[in-house]
């Protein structure tokens, strides 16, 4: 049995008077990748940016209810918001590297977080670059602008950048939407293979893509946590009618 | 890392659990005619017992193809394998469950007297089983010309089931006390005989698993 990461109990989220989430509840196995599915303004991105506080950066946002993070609430007041994003990060949907080299981008992290030694930079570069399977492809051209490299190898560079703080939790706000089918899957591998290192959370419009690579597939509406269960059966046999009409396509 | 090798793997695991599923498959049409010719019950209820683990591994791999239509959208080729692997199945399941027969048929002939040896019937079973075998061979390797040869022998088997038929009924002609018997055996030959067709179904869906096309092949 795996253990959740995530818990979240009871959350309501409210835009000013708008509520976005309605009483939501739901575990977040560790090792585990899970997606988040519903159509526009369910509610799948800001239930994503309340598991590191991105909610926070919004003005008149108000959350009630409980996430924690390996037992320990996020939202106590003393938490640490810049140490809680180190450890769950995000990518989002266009890929956004920064205006510089392609190595300045993923030691951009650790030098923040106070790393200056060259050897031990040179290390987690190339090995986050391994981790997000772009170093076979940017290997020759590290010290060149990262704004010169595909849509897909971006957003593998984003992924690089994430890796390369050791975050825990990886959340991606739909990061495949802005990519073209053949680099859509190859981010598609990649999730496949750092869920063995990291807990996973996606948000996709794409239904076949959350079905090809979750383990656990969540369906939000309105505001409510509709279904949320093992990929296979929610693809196969889904419990609600509402799930069945949403991934059929009924409705959408 | 290639694109998609989970996917790849997943299929290759389905290629593999089904050649599992055939050689419980072929031990158990050896079984029930080891059985049948050495009057063995208690080999026979060995076949009976054994179905239950090829229907439930059946049904396992079954449950992995309809989640990985469901989950990963195979289209041609990988469409075509998750396919014709349930195709497959259901014909192993089928040889399983004439397999079964057989042996439950033995049951009944344990206590009696063979009024002679069968050696058609065992020609008969050679052939299927090889036709079983040759049919997963042809579908590991997706071997096209070998799937079309080995349904060639299912015309022999064929000709063997009507040459029993005939020569039973003979039998049961001259004296009516070998009717009881020669029903059994005429049965037998008859699930044999359907064996050699549930392979000729394979070698049809390896065609269609490697060239996309329906082929009639007996």
């Known amino acids: ?252 | 890392m290639t694109v998609r090798s989970n996917f790849d793997k997943a299929l290759m695991e389905i290629q593999q659990d089904i050649l599992r599923v055939a050689s419980l498959v072929e031990e158990s049409i050896y079984n029930s005619m080891e059985a049948l010719n050495s009057q063995d019950v208690v080999l026979a209820a060995k076949v009976i017992e054994g179905d239950d683990v090829i229907d439930d591994l059946k049904e396992k791999i079954e449950n992995k193809c309809i989640t990985l239509i469901a989950t990963q959208q195979p289209i041609a080729k990988d469409l075509r394998v998750v396919i014709t692997g349930i195709k497959i199945l259901v014909s192993l399941e089928r040889i399983g469950d004439h397999s079964v027969d057989i042996a439950r048929t033995t049951m009944c002939l344990a206590e009696q007297k063979l009024i002679k040896p069968l050696v058609d019937l065992t020609h008969m079973a050679k052939l299927v089983q090889d036709m079983v075998r040759d049919g997963l061979d042809a579908y590991v390797h997706g071997d096209v010309e070998k799937a079309r040869e080995m349904c060639d022998n299912d015309d022999e088997v064929d000709d063997l089931y009507h040459k029993i038929f005939r020569e039973l009924t003979v039998y049961m002609k001259k004296d009516p006390e070998t009717i009881d018997q020669a029903v059994y055996l005429m049965f037998i030959s008859r699930f044999l005989e359907r064996i050699g067709d549930h392979a000729t179904n394979i070698g049809e869906n390896v065609i269609y698993l490697v060239t996309g096309e329906k082929e009639e092949l007996n």
């Not at chain 1, 079905?211 to 059966?233: I, K, P």
């Open chain 1, 1 to 252: 049995m795996t253990n959740s990461k995530i818990s979240v109990q009871n959350l309501n989220l409210y835009y000013k008077d708008f509520q976005a989430l309605k009483n939501v509840s739901l575990d977040v196995l560790e090792n585990r990748v899970t997606a988040l599915i519903g159509p526009s303004g369910c509610g799948k991105s800001t239930f994503l940016r309340t598991l590191n506080r991105m909610n926070d950066l919004i003005e008149g946002v108000r959350v009630e209810g409980k996430v924690t993070l390996d037992g320990v609430d996020i939202y106590r007041p003393d938490v640490d918001v810049v140490s809680l994003r180190k450890r769950v990060g995000m990518v989002f949907q266009k890929p956004n590297p920064f205006p510089m080299s392609v190595y300045d981008n993923v030691a951009y992290g650790p030098r923040i977080h106070g790393i200056k030694n060259k050897q031990q930079l040179d290390q987690i570069v190339e090995k986050s670059l391994r981790g997000a399977a772009l170093w076979d492809e940017v290997q020759d051209r590290l010290y060149k602008s990262a704004l010169g490299l595909s849509g897909g190898q971006q957003q593998r560079l984003c992924i690089a950048r994430l890796l390369a703080v050791e975050p825990e939790v990886l959340l991606m706000d739909e990061p495949t939407s802005a990519l073209d089918p053949v680099s859509t899957l190859k981010i598609e591998e990649l999730i496949r293979e750092l869920k063995n290192k990291y807990t996973i959370i996606i948000v996709t419009h794409n239904m076949q893509q959350a079905a090809r690579v979750s383990d656990t597939t969540a369906f939000f509406l309105n505001g409510d946590l509709v279904e949320c269960g093992d990929t296979g059966a929610i693809f196969t046999m889904p419990e609600d009618k509402r799930t069945e009409d949403y991934i059929t396509g009924r409705f959408g």
